[in-house]
């Protein structure tokens, strides 16, 4: 069974900064993309960042410039920065990854459990 863990999310005031990590439970044969989305209340769920394996970083346009995702292979984890935090960016924030846990497996999306990030003064 696969299980992701985030960790991270909490309280900041606006232009406060958090690191969001996301823990995958078990190693996979091949990771093709890790990433993050956020799901406001009443709001669709948004793609925030993500990183394949190979290639470079995408983010939305509403955190480019102020998130950075990162992704540590050996610890089968991956990262959010978010700095210049703004009253825009509360959410729940779901880490997931695409891959697959065996060669003979279909590729599959994993979703973690979501932290809240709340930005208030």
């Known amino acids: 069974q696969v299980q992701l863990v985030e960790s991270g999310g909490g309280l900041v005031q606006p232009g406060g900064s958090l690191r969001l990590s996301c823990a995958v439970s078990?190693?996979?044969?091949?990771?093709?993309?890790m990433g993050w989305y956020r799901q406001a209340p009443g709001d669709e769920r948004e793609l925030v960042a993500s990183?394949?394996?190979?290639?470079?970083?995408n983010y939305s346009d509403s955190v480019q410039g102020r998130f950075t995702i990162s992704r540590d292979n050996a610890r089968n984890t991956v990262y959010l920065q978010m700095n210049s935090l703004k009253p825009d960016d509360p959410a729940v924030y779901y880490c997931?990854?695409?891959?697959?846990?065996?060669?003979?497996?279909?590729?599959?999306?994993?979703w973690g459990q979501g932290t809240q990030v709340t930005v208030s003064s």
């Open positions: 997931y990854v695409l891959g697959k846990v065996a060669w003979s497996s279909p590729s599959q999306t994993y």
């Open positions: 078990r190693s996979f044969v091949s990771t093709y993309v």
């Open positions: 990183i394949p394996s190979i290639g470079g970083p």
